[in-house]
């Protein structure tokens, strides 16, 4: 099936980061879950090395993250704000997600290309993530916080030493109904012609 210019213009605009407090509390499936990831195999990847990863928290498992993130965060003092305030927060994150999906960039084990180039293929296996999300009526939230270079969290999520750890994607539902288009700025303002 082929869009039309202003099919997936308009469907390309329509995707957005839905935050943690906007979803709700109706679960997104182990199916749903690997159906939304599917999306990420068709990133461009140079040499087709496929460098993305993903690693899904879930269930009990997000249970047992959540206090390995406090002991994280008691050690660490992440953030500006207080101990409890940033462990209060984090846990109200946790607390509406369905799932949290660790993303993992892992080097190509010949490194035939530049290590940004594997990041870079990453990076548009999550964007591939976001929009497919938008037709599932999945929310997700791209976030780089919550320790994920810290070696209990890298341990818990069985990462190599060379895996990079990009962030997290925060998984659940949210209304549909809700407006979440933002405006933006006009193509002229960040294009340059020579």
């Not at 709700?24 to 087709?48: F, G, S």
């Not at 660790?102 to 594997?118: G, L, S, T, Y």
Request: glycine share 6%.
């Amino acid at each position: 099936m082929m869009l039309s210019e202003h099919e997936s213009l308009a469907f390309i605009s329509g995707r957005r980061s839905v935050f943690p407090k906007e979803l709700e509390d109706e679960e997104v499936n182990r199916d749903e879950i690997m159906r939304l990831l599917e999306a990420a195999r068709w990133a461009p990847t140079h040499k087709v090395t496929e460098p993305w990863r993903f690693v899904v928290v879930q269930g009990e498992a997000l249970t047992e993250f959540r206090d390995i993130i406090e002991k994280v965060i008691i050690e660490k003092g992440l953030g500006k704000d207080p101990i409890e305030e940033k462990i209060a927060c984090t846990f109200s994150k946790l607390d509406r997600v369905s799932a949290l999906i660790a993303i993992v960039m892992k080097r190509d084990d010949r490194e035939r290309i530049p290590e940004e180039e594997e990041q870079w293929a990453t990076a548009c296996a999550v964007q591939n993530v976001q929009l497919h999300a938008k037709s599932l009526s999945i929310g997700c939230y791209w976030s780089t916080g919550a320790g994920r270079e810290h070696s209990t969290v890298r341990s818990f999520l069985g990462l190599a030493e060379t895996d990079f750890h990009m962030g997290w994607l925060f998984i659940g539902r949210y209304s549909a109904e809700k407006r979440l288009i933002k405006e933006r700025r006009p193509v002229s303002d960040y294009t340059k012609w020579l």
